[in-house]
């Protein structure tokens, strides 16, 4: 078996992973510097390296360079608590075989360790820098730091790449994020919302037409998926592309060939593709409104970009985010929140994702200029039954969570929370499935699993009638 090292200043992560590479069969070195692990490296040749960024000394990765060029190119692990966008590119671009975000499941790092013991290792990829520092996509939170991992690990390729997410997640950001680190960041960026063609113009719109293909064309024109070439074309909302044209599309994705309307001779076209949805393509295929070749086609790669409730934690740091680009966007001075304020944004659903929030933000300035925003500068909470990409579901739970964590922050620390629950929930289930059956006990007692007998108890309890008239 290898020989696993350990470079942490966190003598608990050290034990914990050597614990995992023994129990894997291999031999485990640790070091609490990079500076030392360089020299347990030059001591004993590891078969590969786990290695954190932020490190006493030389940073974790300065340190990559350093042991490349000590032992080779050896698969090396990177692990940080401080990730964002950059880190993570940074660490692929430098060579890095896997990426891991404090904390971990010990599953993920057991896994990335038996790979990189078991790996060839290959010179690593270099990727560009990219043209400016500002980070586009904000958050710290462990969902958007796999976000970023994710970006990092599939920009180096010309895998497709499908993102998944609501409105106002940020899809496109991600889109330009994987372009602006790719090999074809020189290449142009072409973006296209599928849903805002016209089903007539549509493939006319993406392939271009020879003159003459129909009337009112005068002129030949270049279609999107030309434009493209060299570069990358993101299809947004890619679960509204015609049947007809899902056809076409699939050709010019496995040959690279453009054939406008109306035209007898393909062009060549080389362009990258990343595609997204708020709709769920699995199901699209299964109603055979999605072509299942397609759908393969796209998802080679897959990123789930979280929805805003998900992950309110980073709520405040894209508040800062956003009224600092906010008022420099304005040319207006920053203004501040209150804790309130603050409160208020951190405890709202967000149906809207973070597009809401920028307008809530953006609203809220105009009504407190130059001063401090209160919890009376912002905008009305959307409601769930306004938001029609929530489903029922999704609407239900916000307001359940909502209903809970008010519960919990009530004074009164009656341990019943389980018990009113269930006296807020069950009344109107079991009134609408009684209604539904005519008031038929026995069909309806089917429908809900529930015994007949625990049924009618239930309904003489809220004096719900159980017989039809």
Same mark, same amino acid.
């Given at each position: 078996?290898?020989?696993?090292?350990?470079?942490?200043?966190?003598?608990?992560?050290?034990?914990?992973?050597?614990?995992?590479?023994?129990?894997?069969?291999?031999?485990?070195?640790?070091?609490?510097?990079?500076?030392?692990?360089?020299?347990?490296?030059?001591?004993?040749?590891?078969?590969?390296?786990?290695?954190?960024?932020?490190?006493?000394?030389?940073?974790?990765?300065?340190?990559?360079?350093?042991?490349?060029?000590?032992?080779?190119?050896?698969?090396?692990?990177?692990?940080?608590?401080?990730?964002?966008?950059?880190?993570?590119?940074?660490?692929?671009?430098?060579?890095?075989?896997?990426?891991?975000?404090?904390?971990?499941?010990?599953?993920?790092?057991?896994?990335?360790?038996?790979?990189?013991?078991?790996?060839?290792?290959?010179?690593?990829?270099?990727?560009?820098?990219?043209?400016?520092?500002?980070?586009?996509?904000?958050?710290?939170?462990?969902?958007?730091?796999?976000?970023?991992?994710?970006?990092?690990?599939?920009?180096?390729?010309?895998?497709?790449?499908?993102?998944?997410?609501?409105?106002?997640?940020?899809?496109?950001?991600?889109?330009?994020?994987?372009?602006?680190?790719?090999?074809?960041?020189?290449?142009?960026?072409?973006?296209?919302?599928?849903?805002?063609?016209?089903?007539?113009?549509?493939?006319?719109?993406?392939?271009?037409?020879?003159?003459?293909?129909?009337?009112?064309?005068?002129?030949?024109?270049?279609?999107?998926?030309?434009?493209?070439?060299?570069?990358?074309?993101?299809?947004?909302?890619?679960?509204?592309?015609?049947?007809?044209?899902?056809?076409? *599309?699939?050709?010019? /994705? &496995? %040959?690279?060939?453009? $054939?406008?309307? =109306? #035209?007898?001779?393909? @062009?060549?076209?080389?362009?990258?593709?990343?595609?997204?949805?708020?709709?769920?393509?699995?199901?699209?295929?299964?109603?055979?409104?999605?072509?299942?070749?397609?759908?393969?086609?796209?998802?080679?790669?897959?990123?789930?970009?979280?929805?805003?409730?998900?992950?309110?934690?980073?709520?405040?740091?894209?508040?800062?985010?956003?009224?600092?680009?906010?008022?420099?966007?304005?040319?207006?001075?920053?203004?501040?929140?209150?804790?309130?304020?603050?409160?208020?944004?951190?405890?709202?659903?967000?149906?809207?994702?973070?597009?809401? *929030?920028?307008?809530? /933000? &953006? %609203?809220?300035?105009? $009504?407190?200029? =130059? #001063?401090?925003?209160? @919890?009376?500068?912002?905008?009305?909470?959307?409601?769930?039954?306004?938001?029609?990409?929530?489903?029922?579901?999704?609407?239900?739970?916000?307001?359940?969570?909502?209903?809970?964590?008010?519960?919990?922050?009530?004074?009164?620390?009656?341990?019943?929370?389980?018990?009113?629950?269930?006296?807020?929930?069950?009344?109107?289930?079991?009134?609408?499935?009684?209604?539904?059956?005519?008031?038929?006990?026995?069909?309806?007692?089917?429908?809900?699993?529930?015994?007949?007998?625990?049924?009618?108890?239930?309904?003489?309890?809220?004096?719900?009638?159980?017989?039809?008239?």
């Amino acid at each position: 078996m290898g020989h696993l090292l350990v470079v942490d200043d966190e003598q608990s992560i050290c034990w914990g992973l050597a614990k995992l590479a023994q129990e894997l069969g291999h031999s485990v070195g640790t070091a609490s510097s990079a500076e030392q692990g360089l020299e347990a490296a030059q001591q004993r040749r590891p078969d590969a390296i786990v290695l954190d960024i932020r490190l006493p000394g030389m940073d974790g990765l300065s340190a990559m360079r350093h042991f490349r060029e000590a032992v080779g190119p050896v698969p090396i692990v990177v692990i940080t608590a401080y990730g964002e966008l950059a880190t993570a590119v940074a660490a692929v671009r430098n060579g890095a075989f896997d990426y891991l975000t404090k904390p971990f499941d010990l599953a993920v790092a057991q896994r990335a360790i038996r790979r990189a013991m078991t790996s060839r290792p290959e010179p690593p990829a270099v990727l560009p820098t990219a043209s400016h520092d500002r980070p586009e996509i904000v958050g710290s939170s462990p969902a958007m730091q796999e976000v970023f991992r994710r970006i990092a690990l599939v920009a180096a390729s010309d895998a497709c790449v499908h993102l998944r997410g609501e409105s106002g997640t940020g899809k496109e950001l991600v889109a330009r994020a994987i372009h602006r680190y790719s090999r074809r960041r020189e290449g142009p960026f072409v973006a296209v919302n599928v849903a805002s063609l016209s089903p007539a113009l549509a493939e006319s719109e993406l392939f271009g037409h020879a003159r003459g293909a129909f009337t009112g064309a005068d002129q030949a024109r270049r279609g999107l998926l030309e434009q493209a070439h060299g570069g990358t074309i993101f299809l947004d909302e890619v679960a509204d592309i015609p049947l007809l044209l899902q056809v076409k *599309l699939l050709r010019t /994705l &496995e %040959h690279g060939e453009v $054939l406008p309307v =109306g #035209g007898d001779r393909a @062009v060549q076209s080389d362009f990258r593709i990343i595609s997204a949805t708020h709709q769920d393509l699995c199901q699209r295929v299964a109603k055979q409104t999605f072509r299942h070749d397609l759908y393969f086609r796209l998802i080679t790669f897959e990123i789930d970009l979280p929805p805003l409730r998900d992950r309110r934690g980073d709520v405040a740091e894209l508040t800062r985010h956003f009224l600092d680009l906010l008022a420099a966007k304005n040319g207006l001075p920053r203004v501040s929140i209150s804790a309130d304020g603050l409160a208020e944004l951190e405890r709202r659903t967000w149906y809207g994702n973070v597009r809401e *929030l920028r307008n809530a /933000l &953006e %609203h809220a300035m105009i $009504l407190a200029p =130059g #001063g401090q925003i209160g @919890v009376e500068h912002l905008p009305p909470a959307t409601p769930p039954s306004f938001c029609c990409e929530a489903s029922c579901e999704e609407s239900l739970a916000a307001l359940l969570r909502q209903w809970t964590e008010a519960q919990l922050r009530s004074p009164d620390e009656a341990a019943d929370l389980y018990d009113r629950l269930l006296k807020l929930v069950e009344p109107p289930v079991l009134r609408a499935v009684v209604q539904h059956f005519h008031g038929q006990c026995a069909a309806a007692a089917r429908r809900l699993g529930l015994h007949r007998t625990t049924l009618r108890k239930k309904l003489d309890e809220l004096g719900v009638p159980d017989d039809s008239s």
